[in-house]
């Protein structure tokens, strides 16, 4: 799939994952120019951004993925011959409050985006234009929309989806209509699934940098129920190398999912955060003290895990990063973050 000076539209890159894979994908691939189509909601942030800003290979357009005629207008101006899908309304406990939104973007903006670059790239069903021929687009999702674990067992790219809350709903509904893109229209789609990110940048209301945030402050760390939900937690960077890869690499029409093969519960992530800062930046007391158990979020999934299995044999994708490390290099980047 490699094409001289191709343009890829990225979007929503301005929030954690995309900007983690943006400085990445520039520095792998000479041969790419990326678009990024960003809303700058509260979860995106141009600072993220700072190291590729001066970029010539790099763009950045304010705009929503919903807007039908900025994104036909982006497809001719910059000739897209690739979309890489990350933009998405992602807080759960936002999506409880205000599910409109969820839908909208989720849904709606996927729509828009697949649509566009079906009539760009394709004469008619099954047929792509010439110059198109190579044209993917890939789409990320979550483990979310497969639901709930038991104790035991993993979420495979078999497992049927079962969302619990309007954000994995609307999430598993823009996955069916990437589907149904591949089999209508034989577009070539890829989708990949992956399970809780973490690492530098990640936006602030999510439970690392929370953690790591109310420690420093001396506030009470607020930790929902009985901090048992277990969750797979995967580096950001081994992320994006595993959407790198699908990208490149995958097969038309298919899934793959993206796991760290770490599981924790919330209670294990945040005594092993506060260890390493009871060693990092000690205080008198630990800040183990400042553990508080809050009331649990409606809707609560018990347990999410990802069998990685097809991805890592199918395309040879292995994570870096065990928690252990990948922990410490985040706790370091958010202690110069909050100035520590």
């Known amino acids: 799939m490699m094409i001289e000076n191709k343009t890829i539209l990225v979007t929503g890159c ?23 189509l960003d809303l700058l909601t509260y979860a995106g942030d141009l600072e993220n951004l700072k190291e590729v800003e001066q970029n010539p290979r790099y763009k950045f357009i304010k705009g929503d993925i919903c807007n039908l005629e900025l994104v036909e207008f982006l497809f001719n101006e910059y000739d897209i011959q690739g979309v890489i899908h990350f933009a998405a309304e992602s807080h759960v406990d936002n999506s409880i409050k205000n599910p409109d939104v969820f839908v909208r973007t989720n849904v709606n ?65 823009s996955d069916m209509i990437v589907r149904s893109y591949h ?29 790591i945030r109310n420690a420093l402050k001396g506030n009470p760390i607020p930790i929902y129920g009985d901090g048992k939900n277990i969750r797979d937690w995967l580096y950001v960077l ?19 999912n993206i796991g760290g093969r770490n599981e924790r519960t919330n209670l294990q992530i945040v005594d092993r955060i506060c260890t390493i800062l009871d060693e990092r930046v000690p205080k008198e007391r630990s800040y183990k003290e400042l553990i508080t158990f809050v009331e649990d979020r409606a809707g609560h999934d018990r347990r999410y895990a990802i069998d990685a299995t097809k991805l ?17 290099k985040t706790i370091e980047w958010y202690l110069k973050k909050y100035g520590k």
């Open 183 to 211: 089999h209508t229209y034989g577009m070539n789609t890829v989708i990949t699934n992956c399970s809780n990110n973490y690492g530098p940048k990640q936006h602030d209301e999510k439970l690392i940098p929370t953690i």
């Open 14 to 36: 301005a929030g954690f994952i995309g900007s983690n894979f943006v400085p990445y994908f520039l520095e792998k691939y000479p041969q790419y120019n990326l678009v990024n």
């Open 238 to 256: 081994d992320h994006c190398k595993g959407i790198d890869l699908v990208y490149h690499k995958g097969k038309a029409g298919e899934v793959y």
């Open 109 to 173: 903006g996927t729509f828009t985006l697949l649509d566009v670059a079906y009539k760009y790239w394709m004469e008619k069903p099954f047929i792509y234009k010439d110059k198109y021929v190579d044209c993917r687009f890939h789409h990320i999702s979550t483990d979310e929309v497969y639901g709930t674990l038991g104790e035991s067992g993993l979420f495979t790219e078999l497992t049927p989806y079962a969302p619990n809350s309007p954000y994995s709903a609307s999430k598993a509904s």
């Open 312 to 328: 890592e044999n199918e395309l040879g994708w292995r994570a870096d990063e065990n928690f252990k490390s990948g922990i410490i």
